[in-house]
């Protein structure tokens, strides 16, 4: 693999618009809101914070996740995704390496917690080798649930 690093910049006016232009497969609509859906859904979540995932100058995906612990105690992965040009490349496990070392120094951060339709099983691939395990626990709408032990 030649890339060695993503960057997590935060969503802004300046970034937005190349943001929701980013899309993943056809094929993997069903799995993952748009982005324009979770820059809304952002707003509302008020502990959480969109990113933008750079590999070099380019947005190559999107990540909205907890900057501040939720109010259930874990810190949440809420939305991921890489655009389908920039797949396959290993940028999303560079993104997820990134949130963990964002939020490491967080005291009060003891599991970061994400879930994923129980046929998304590239994302439970990526999640496990990133170091999450199961917890057993499913979403109100069947989604199952990982968690990383802090
Ligand atoms: C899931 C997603 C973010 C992975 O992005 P990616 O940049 O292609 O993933 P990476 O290249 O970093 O691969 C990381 C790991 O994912 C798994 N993976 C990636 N593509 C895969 C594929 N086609 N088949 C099986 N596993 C795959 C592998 O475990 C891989 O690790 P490895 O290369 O060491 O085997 C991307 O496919 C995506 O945006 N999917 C649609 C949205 C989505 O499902 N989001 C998650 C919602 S919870």
Redesign the pocket.
Known sequence: MSQTNVALIPISKENEIECISLK??ED?LS??ASNADSLIHATKEITSKPYGIYAEDTMV?FILFDNEIYSDGYYW?L?????EK?????????AIKEVINKLKNRIDCKQIR???VPH????N??Y??SGFQDTGEVEENGDVILSYYM
């Open positions: 993943p497969r993997q799995l993952v995906g992965i939305r991921f995704m890489i655009d920039y797949q396959g490349k290993g940028y999303a496990k560079l994400v879930s994923h998304n099983i590239v994302a691939n990526l496990k080798k």
